[in-house]
């Protein structure tokens, strides 16, 4: 609930999605999110899915790359993030329609002095489709 919470609050410092045309995330496909302007300081970060009924599987395997302002990587990460409940079934997060959006924390805090992050879906599949956008929010 505190999740729930703190997601829809006002004290975001960063929030974007980036958005796959062809509702398809493909392997090759790397989201990248610019934070240069951002002060990271022991900030919350979360990542955020926008998905809909396509989607074949109840989680995503995500590669979370962080670079530092000279593009060298300070932290790679493989986090899994689940898009349905697991007794259920029911899709996780808020819908309208067959679309739903969840945010869920990152299990680790990024680096005080990262600049650049990088989403790869890591589901040993090329395309996933249902997955209409990624996003990253970070609060403060």
């Not at 739903?100 to 589901?123: C, E, G």
């Amino acid at each position: 609930m505190g999740l729930g919470i703190s997601s829809c609050s006002d004290d975001r410092v960063f929030e974007e999605f980036k958005a796959l045309p062809t509702q398809n995330w493909a392997m090759e496909d790397s989201l990248h999110f610019d934070l240069s302007a951002v002060q990271l300081q022991d900030n919350q970060s979360l990542i955020a899915f926008r998905f809909n009924e396509e989607y074949a599987f109840s989680n995503c395997y995500v590669r979370v790359l962080s670079q530092d302002s000279t593009g060298t990587i300070i932290e790679n990460k493989l986090i899994n993030v689940p898009l349905f409940d697991s007794k259920t079934g029911e899709p996780l997060g808020d819908g309208f329609g067959s679309t739903y959006t969840f945010y869920d924390s990152l299990p680790f805090q990024l680096p005080n002095h990262t600049k650049k992050v990088t989403l790869l879906q890591y589901m040993r599949q090329n395309q996933l489709p249902g997955i209409e956008a990624v996003g990253l929010k970070i609060l403060q």
